[in-house]
């Protein structure tokens, strides 16, 4: 039957394409991925007017266009009442597209939180009462509970007990272990198969993207609608099959596609791509407030982070998309506490200035931490990039997913969800916690209030912990170093914090029990009396994470503020600040690039980092292209040249404009004419102008001369000619060149000196002078 | 005897100068007050190569000295160990001097709360067993103080019962009152006086020229080291005689004095006026840090109100000092509590949706508030600027301080210090709370837990405190207005808060006995049943302040996020940014201009403000000089002019700098010549070089012809020429030229024609230009 050999035949080809993915897509990086299947649902094709995919916008265009609709708007409002209303929503869209953003966003992670929670059970049991609930709405919901055992309830049933009614011994382990591994497997394989087939833009974090993207770049469908739904079905699987990795990150993303597309309904944002980038600042300010429940964090991640033109106007509105998307997600309350923060602490005892020194300890290891993850992921992405490992993007998903899954599960630190294991390590241990890490020796002889417990000797529990600890920070280290940059959603913030925590904890444990038991050492004698509560472990996995997070995202006040919000206190926040400080300068001093920035470079993106400073001394005589010994600039001239030479030059070429000059003798400069119009006016003529031959003259001048009476009629293009070029001289200092490219948002610049023409600098051309300035190759810029 | 004569006349003169101000100052207003007794305490007269007083910096001159500094260090540090720990020495100036601000500026915040209570409270009476106690340490210390009555204990005597031994009755109300007004008298005369005569700049509340100089204008003397002395002894003074002001928006200024102080130890920033201006920025967040005990909040104040230029690394350290000095402040402990903030609140009800209603209701009297402080503010101003009135400053605060003594001793409310009023109106009405406003009626039936108490009915105390709130009220609005903007130190944030909460805890009350009497209308019925704790009259106050303070300042986010660290609970965002954004629109829509803005603009300091957009279609032709009609524009060429002609320049015009052109045919432009670069250079050339006469001929080219053997020696001047000034062409927007402006800096841009020069135009003029299309003089524009 033929019907079912097409089928099978199209069955193969998915099935092939999924698992070798085609070379040309390695090649380009993650460029070109979107694949032919997808054609059909992706973003409309763009206006002509707007600027083609992978190309840079220009940012001062952009502006003065927004002014000229305001301008429009503005006069018409006053001719009738109608108009005068129209242009009063005009004024409010840009709030209702922020609380458009904020309750969606806030929702996807309401959604998100919740199907997390219940997937990652699902891979060790199933409640049977109700199977779409989680261990622990299982276990709160049955009346069977004891307040004692309240993870243990009849109605939620291991897999083993269900399968072979068997929940304990070694078979029941190896059944329970196997299935962890398939769960996992399962979920992964469905997550990179998804992205592959619909998304291929879902994977990785999104950060660096949206960085550049907000920088004034056009990554057609990056944003979209099938990205949006796809990242967040997929992020739910990849978090539940248990790999090394965030929703955090992803989650920025998320928020990102809300934005684009809330902006996408008023013609104010989706017109006009300066404005929809205001948008967007915001939308990523509501991703970070719904990622950690930290509303003043995710503006000023926002703004330290992740936009690069960033107004106040647009500051004001992102509190308020971010304070929206929290307050939402707190009403569909995931984590069941009524708590707006993911990591809800509470320490009852200060710290001692003394402890500054385990803090900056942590400190340097967050920094190290930091170095070393940039370097080997690094590393490793390029080898992804470069040799045929690229080539198995659902392969090398499988391998890592079960490689984690079989190291995970054993261990009860890497088992549970990383979330919960940095909620534990946070905690101090109470009266009533139950935790191993809290089996500290109790005096019989002593009672106390359940808040203030004293410092105690260790307990065997502790003991274990430590080495389980150790061990999951080893395997978290190495496992998050091939994880991050898989094709699926991943985030860092998460495994980040994880290794700072694990890492601060048992620092903590440690300095705890040096204290206990040497409390008539000189460093302890003044603070830390026998009996007294001196150490808090959680404190120091606190600062840890901190410092971890800090090293491998360069974030500085963010960073502190995030962690503010999750204590709530301005008493642990000095150090958290000397951490955080600390991790920064020692991951700067083995190279000043965060892993977002090291990402950008490594996709060629063409991003002009704000925080870099160009300290070099060159000129833009130096940067201007052409080149000594290159070809003349392709230029037009103000009339002397015919409809035919001015085609001959748009196709010889592929500039995204040209300067107009007087003529190809004085080379004075007058203007800049756009390639796109260019050739769109061309065409119009020809079609509607009687009279425009291809031997016809184009004028750019005010008035055409008279001309000879049987001579072509004059094609005339002033309109379309940009009066305004920017200019510099050929001995501006490259600084000044950089700062303008960066400040003012500009695409290109020319080069004159006494008004003749000399060269034209591009973004690119900045971009590829700098990588060459710090000893980087400039070919690595491939955008412009 | 001639000594006493001299002696007599020295003191005639210094009170005929205090009394009646020189007509010189009051013309030009408060620009050229600094005198001449202070001439030999200023500052010391700047470097050739600085600025002049009163004109603005060019930033990208700023940038890229820094740059060359930043290099020469760089390549030194290679040499030796010596310059290698010098340029790390010089890479960690910027930490220390964010210390030293941070320290200094929490000192000088708790001496100063420290002694404005105690003054504050001398007004009244004295602490017997040690003079320098106030009130309330009197009592604390006091063994016989009981719970009940902390207020009252044998050491502290009012006057009336020190004096006359009568603390009771008519007469020792008038001696009180008295000397109440007397004492009054005395601090503000003592104040009004140590500013004229030692710092006039100390006046005000200083936040409209911190913002001036932050975008890069010189005021010599301003942030001086005599204004930070005097500034905060006067600020005592003025806060302490009970006028209605507050010590939050000087607490700004003295900060910068800090911070202008310690960058003077650099020379990283002493001789960099943009550097500089990063330490002020962070220092005014330090300001605000200390002055609310909010330094997140100080970091955006700094970030949205004060900064012009606000780089990433800056609002790092920004908040590093901002933690120090409220760290500083809080082990000074002024406020005894422990507590960092200036009035910390804990309420225990959470708020409903209808109440929704009376806060966007207090966010329109906020934004009403604000539209009527500022318009009589600046009418008032602008009048003691132009009449009789402003030759009169000691006598106008002598008057209103005697105004405000006389009124306020009467009403309780406006008796105390505003802080301590604002303190109370925010409070809850706990059981414990002696308050006249929470003289509510108790059910003796119903026995409750403290935290909880339900809406009772008002008592008296509740109905005679609405009166004298409301009293008060009126004469807080009515007094303000005429007390900010006189010749001492007078902050506006505590009065703003001040109207704000009175009004609020007005409507709170108001609401509370609604419900409770009508608890069965539709709009209670579902949030506050009888016996509920539904209303809380304390959080009207806080969300009245915050919209107040909002109409008044045009604050958003910072406003939010300082009132958020003063309850320290995200769950009352909500109400405080309902009524921040409803003030904000309110007031936004009977005029743009905030009360910092508006001070601006009437001292006519040229502040290009990043927030206002420029909307109109004017092209830089249109702004530029000279315009049509006037002489042709004051040009050097490159080589045909003599060192006569040049000096001739010179002495004619009082440009900064002249463009220099190929000749004055061609007109083409080949850079840019500072004034002052040009006159020591002339004046280098003639005193050493030999052969330079007023006849010889100044070159601008890179090589001079070769001249006829008998001419005089020429001049080569090609080392002070700018070869890349910025140009703009005739026809670029005036959105554009204004954008320019404000992302670079720029002093002036020169405007061309492909290259020939048109014409020049300077800050003054987009702001003149900028004025004139708002409708307003442009002659209000009054420096460059």
Redesign the interface.
Known sequence: NSGNVVALHEFTDILVFLLHADPNMVNAGDMNGSGNLMDFLDEPFPDVGTYEDFHTIDW?RE??RD?DR??KI?SKSKESIWEFIKSLLDAWSGWVVMLLIGLLAGTLAGVIDLAVDWMTDLKEGVCLSAFWYSHEQCCWTSNETTFDDRDKCPQWQKWSELLVSQSEGASAYILNYFLYIMWALCFAFLAVSLVRVFAPYACGSGIPEIKTILSGFIIRGYLGKWTLLIKTVTLVLVVSSGLSLGKEGPLVHVACCCGNFFSSLFSKYSKNEGKRREVLSAAAAAGVSVAFGA??GG?LFS??EVSYYF???T??RS??AA?VA??TLRSINPFGNSR?VLFYVEYHTPWYMAELFPFILLGVFGGLWGTLFIRCNIAWCRRRKTTRLGKYPVLEVIVITAITAIIAYPNPYTRRSTSELISELFNDCGALESSQLCDYINDPNMTRPVDDIPDRPAGPGVYTAMWQLALALVFKIVITIFTFGMKIPSGLFIPSMAVGAMAGRMVGIGVEQLAYHHHDWIIFRNWCRPGADCVTPGLYAMVGAAACLGGVTRM??SL??IM?ELT?G?EY??PL?AAA?TSKWVADAFGKEGIYEAHIHLNGYPFLD??D?F?H?TL?TDVMRPRRGEAPLSVLTQDSMTVEDVETLIKETDYNGFPVV?SKDSE???GFAQRRELILAIKNARQRQDGVVSNSIVYFTEDPPELPPNSPHPLKLRRILN???F???D???M??VV??FR??GLRQCLV?R???LLGIITKKDVLRHMAQMANQDPESIMFN
Chains 1, 2 share one sequence.
């Open positions: 001062l502006k003065s002014t305001h301008r503005t509303p003043i503006v703004l330290e107004p106040l106007k500051l004001w509190f308020f304070l929290a307050f707006l500085t006040v502190v503020v503010f709530g301005l926040i000095v600040m400080v704000v925080k400073e300290t001394r833009a007087v004075r400069l007058i009066l305004s070029p200019t510099v001289t001995h501006t200092p600084e000044t700062d303008i400040k003012l004159t006494s008004g003749r």
